[in-house]
């Protein structure tokens, strides 16, 4: 189906795990986003990218790594995770400035 | 740095009454101007959008939204709430092709 997804759904894992976050869109669109969603903060960019291999950091990028070999995916790497990054996780898309489109969300707990 | 200010991190309407959440943008030259909604436990979807054609801009599920430069605001309303109306409600902004920066969100409520 055309759109915008990520997986898992809901992650649990340890502090100090390394934990990857995926996100795939089928419309070949040139902006990919990650943000995170907690109370309080409203949404905060952590990182995106332009165009595969083109990537840039947000208002929140401690703590993570991104890559983009290919257009359609957006992989979100925590690779040491720490409690403070419990959060509700979220992809976008966008082509030039049309909508940006979000996926479902990743729910991640670190404990 | 061009930014989003929404007035009012909760609001409270009854069923059928008027819905108007405020938007407030920063900048000097208009910009490309969203309305997003985020219902429990799923992703951003779009409402509306402004893009520097009509400044009344029409929206999904009878939202619409008036952008005035002299007030530089993008306000969003609906003439009669329904229940499945209650969600999170963000407005963004879009300056140059990179990154939306978006507003703290407000939470509608609808009282029955």
């Known amino acids: 189906d055309a759109g915008i997804t990520q997986s898992p759904r809901y992650k649990i894992t340890e502090t100090g795990r390394q934990v990857t976050l995926m996100c795939h869109q089928t419309?070949?669109?040139?902006?990919m986003f990650w943000y995170r969603q907690d109370l309080g903060h409203g949404l905060r960019l952590i990182y995106y990218?332009?165009?595969?291999?083109?990537?840039d950091k947000g208002e929140v990028p401690d703590g993570y790594v991104v890559s983009r070999s290919k257009t359609e995916n957006f992989p979100l790497t925590l690779e040491s995770a720490t409690r403070s990054q419990t959060s509700v996780y979220f992809c976008?898309?966008?082509?030039?400035?049309?909508?940006?489109?979000f996926g479902p969300g990743t729910r991640l707990t670190v404990l | 740095a061009q930014s989003v200010t929404q007035l009012g991190s909760h609001v409270s309407v009854s069923e059928g009454a008027l819905v108007l959440l405020r938007c407030n943008y920063s900048?000097?030259?208009?910009?490309?101007l969203f309305w997003y909604v985020q219902y429990p436990n799923q992703g951003l979807q779009l409402l509306l959008k402004?893009?520097?054609?009509?400044?009344l801009v029409k929206g999904i599920n009878g939202f619409e939204a008036e952008f005035k430069k002299s007030e530089t605001s993008f306000h969003l309303t609906k003439p009669s709430a329904h229940m499945s109306d209650a969600a999170e409600y963000f407005c963004?902004?879009?300056?140059?092709?990179?990154?939306?920066?978006f507003g703290t969100g407000t939470r509608l409520t609808i009282i029955p």
């Open positions: 402004y893009t520097s054609a009509a400044t």
């Open positions: 963004a902004t879009l300056f140059g092709n990179e990154k939306l920066t």
């Open positions: 900048s000097s030259v208009p910009p490309y």
């Open positions: 990218s332009a165009a595969a291999d083109i990537t």
């Open positions: 419309w070949s669109h040139s902006y």
């Open positions: 976008a898309s966008r082509e030039g400035s049309d909508t940006q489109y």
